[in-house]
């Protein structure tokens, strides 16, 4: 294989990210002369849609110039929900846990669609979507809300549905985060999370959504940067570089002939063990085709130099490169074609992104999913009632790290607010601190009702303590949960509690519409809240 073409063809099993709204000059180099044949897209690539349909069709025209014989893979993390990228002027959809929580998997199927729908209509051909980890571990600090619950069965069905419902849109899909990252409490961005279960519980619960949503025809599946000694026997080597689970488990015994794909290469559990460039080797040797280093371009390239390097050493087979280029090929010629886009400058973003009808879609299944799990009589309040409703809340620091800060905004206030104009609104340091705690809960003694909102509440933190003083006044107490549905068991017995599982406006408005009783809200949860 000659060096050329050998480059060309590593360029092919890359995927790569880059800082700005329009193609920078390293990302042109590394299209034209590198081939590399996948994009991905974060916050900070994210302008307006017209901006990013701009973008797109930027990238695209690099490499059609550059003579790539397919169209760039161009993806992103458009989970919804907590996990987003596209914001202004699109449709803001719920997230998998809500989704759960309605109970009704048809829902998982609509969201899907039309989250593929104004992806594609944005330049944007795959989506690292859904996570069908079964988040069975209250403490994981990483999946949580991500997931469609606690049950494998609902993962598995909802996570099909979903599959299937952005694949009908033409956009492909990710399973993640292979072969299950829902029962850990160590997030693999900061270090490498370990699962010790046996083989036989591994294939009852966290294989069973990949397995079904395989059958139905998965696209590509996305390895998890976490140890299964159960499977890999060589301490610390996490699944993504691990032989006997790509190859030996989702290859060979699950069947999956698809594209698997790595986590990014620079999250700590590799860039702080074995490096990113290593890494990158160490995956294609264990069966993955498409290499992910989403950030640095000195990295981007010493993991091309380093694949390079090893097939050339013989470390690698070129059998091993071409299979591996093979399947990215299929994949592209699938969902992917010149004739399909419009790369003119002039291009104008199609009418479906961020249409009535979906914002429609987004509130009927935001009505069927919000959870209203305690109510001991103070649902709902009545403004004309003339109470005095106190709203408590601390600025929304984003704790996951996949999660996007540019939408991090806590719009609680703002919601009660339009429905309850005589509200007092307070936010208060994110921690609170013991000052802010004592003062509003001096305020408190003069309201009605008090609501707050919560953010992943753990044991003994400032939220706890907060809400423990107000409870201690006497005031009624209404809780809405704005990510995790496991506050409740770090609270005082509050007089009612409400989840959202996510914080954008308009789940917070319908929220606030059910505790105003504006609206019915109906879901349930999908997770079990440990009791004390």
Sequence with gaps: MKNVELRKKVGQLMVIGFKGITASE?????IRDHHVGGIILFGRNIGTPQEILSLTNELQSVAKDAGHEHPLLICIDQENGVVRRLGEGTTIFPGAMLLGATGNPENAYKAGVATGKELKALGINWNLAPVVD????????????????????????????????????????????????????????????????????????????????????????????VYFPAIEDTPGVPAT???????????????????????????NA????????????????????????SHLHHLQKDTINAIVSAVEAGEISEEQINAAVSRVTRLKEKYCNWAELSLGKDSE??????????????????????????????????PEEKKRVLVVYSENKYTMQVEDKRYSSMYLGRTVKELDPGAEIVELSNPATDEEIARV???????DAIIVGTLTVQPGDAQSKLIEQLFATGVPI??????????????????????????????????????????????????????K
């Design 270 to 293: 590799i860039a702080n063990t074995i490096g990113t460039a290593k890494g990158g080797v160490e995956a294609i040797k264990a069966g993955v085709d498409l290499v992910m280093v």
């Design 241 to 267: 570089l691990s032989r006997k689970v790509v190859t030996g488990l989702l290859r060979e015994k699950l069947g999956f002939d698809g594209v698997v794909t790595t986590d990014c290469m620079e999250m």
């Design 478 to 531: 209404i809780v809405v949960a704005t990510r995790s549905p496991y506050d409740l068991a770090y609270l005082p017995d509050v007089h009612a509690y409400v989840c959202t599982f996510e914080f954008p406006y308009p789940a917070l408005k319908m929220a606030v519409n059910a505790i105003y009783g504006r609206k019915q809200v109906a879901g349930k949860l999908p997770v079990t809240i440990p009791t």
């Design 441 to 447: 809960t001096e305020m408190a003694r003069e309201y």
């Design 349 to 382: 973003v199609p009418a479906v992104v961020g249409c009535k009808e979906h914002q429609e879609l987004a509130n009927e299944i935001y009505q069927q999913g919000i959870t209203i799990v305690k109510n001991n009589g103070i649902l709902p309040l009545k």
């Design 134 to 225: 079964v988040n069975n571990n209250p403490e994981n600090p990483v999946i949580g809300v991500r997931s469609f619950g606690e049950s494998a069965e609902r993962v598995a069905l909802f996570g099909k549905m979903a599959m299937k419902g952005m694949q009908e849109a033409g956009v492909i899909t990710t399973l993640k985060h292979f072969p299950g990252h829902g029962d850990t409490n160590v997030d693999s961005h900061l270090d490498l999370p370990i699962i010790s279960h046996s083989i036989e519980r591994l294939e009852q619960i966290e294989l069973k959504p990949f397995v079904e949503s395989i059958e139905e025809g998965a696209d590509t599946v996305m390895s998890a940067h």
């Design 26 to 30: 390293e990302i042109k180099e590394l």
